[in-house]
């Protein structure tokens, strides 16, 4: 086995992590909203779909990055061409508008405006 090669195997292994996190995230949290929908009842469907985006919103961020982690690897490792490089880019800046929006999604304001809606209490779950 070449240096490329396990390099090329350990991103795999990144890649499948990623969306590993994804697959068992987003599965737990419909989990989460089935069981919020039949212990809480119709009366509060709407909190819990609140929840439910919350969480997949956070579960895909989380996969995107350990996905950047594999792409960046494998770009500078494995295939360091101008033309990865430039694939590398625009992934990224994709992904980070993506993260971006998601992150205003969950939040529900700018980053900027997030002094407007008060002090919250850190690792709450709002």
């Not at 969480?55 to 996905?67: F, K």
């Amino acid at each position: 086995m070449t240096y490329d090669q396990f390099i090329s195997d350990v991103v795999k292994v990144v890649e499948a992590v990623g969306a590993g996190i994804m697959i068992v995230g987003g599965l737990m949290a419909l989990l989460g909203y089935i069981v919020a929908l039949v212990r809480e009842g119709k009366g509060d469907a709407p909190e819990a779909y609140a929840q439910l985006r919350q969480r997949l919103g956070r579960v895909i961020l989380l996969g995107l990055e350990v996905l950047i982690v594999g792409d960046i690897v494998r770009t500078i490792i494995v295939d360091p061409t101008i033309e990865s490089v430039a694939v590398l880019g625009m992934i990224v800046v994709i992904r980070i508008v993506l993260s971006f929006s998601l992150e205003v999604e969950i939040e529900g304001t700018w980053p900027w405006s997030r002094w407007r809606l008060g002090p919250s209490e850190p690792g709450a779950d709002s």
